[in-house]
């Protein structure tokens, strides 16, 4: 993941592969990994294992959520590929691809947003997120968000 200048998230809302309304915002206060993918994009495909391993590891407590988010409006090829690989985090569908403005030039692009809601990495291409190195690398980001915030260098909204 490469160090992006933190800027605010906007907050947005859509509907996940179950059929609710989700918000950015339902996520305040946690780390959030946000993966842009396609079902038709076999590295997206690839790495949809790795990314449930990694929201299994680090979503005890306050910890990390990942969010996934379909590009395009293909809800029912969503709803195949989830019956056919199941993952424990939401994946939610841009189908008007209302979200541009987030810069994805390709997918698989993930971002990490810290829990004052701003956006701190972001990887573009195939990652290996369930790896032991990658999961050091974020528990790492995390320990030192909450010592800042500890130390109130950091504010812990907003």
Known sequence: MDKIPSAKVSN???MSANGTDISLSDYEGKFVILNFW???CPPCVKEMPALNVLHNKLNSGNGLE?????VGPALATVKQFLKDKPVD???????????SSWQVSGLPTTFLINPSGKLIYKATGEREWGSDEMIEFLRGIMKEYER???A???????
């Open 148 to 150: 800042l915030a500890a």
């Open 66 to 70: 990942v969010v996934g988010i379909h």
């Open 89 to 99: 985090f939401d994946i939610l569908i841009d189908k008007n691809m209302s979200l």
């Open 12 to 14: 947005f809302t859509l």
């Open 152 to 158: 109130e260098i950091l504010p812990t909204k907003g």
């Open 38 to 40: 396609a079902t038709w």
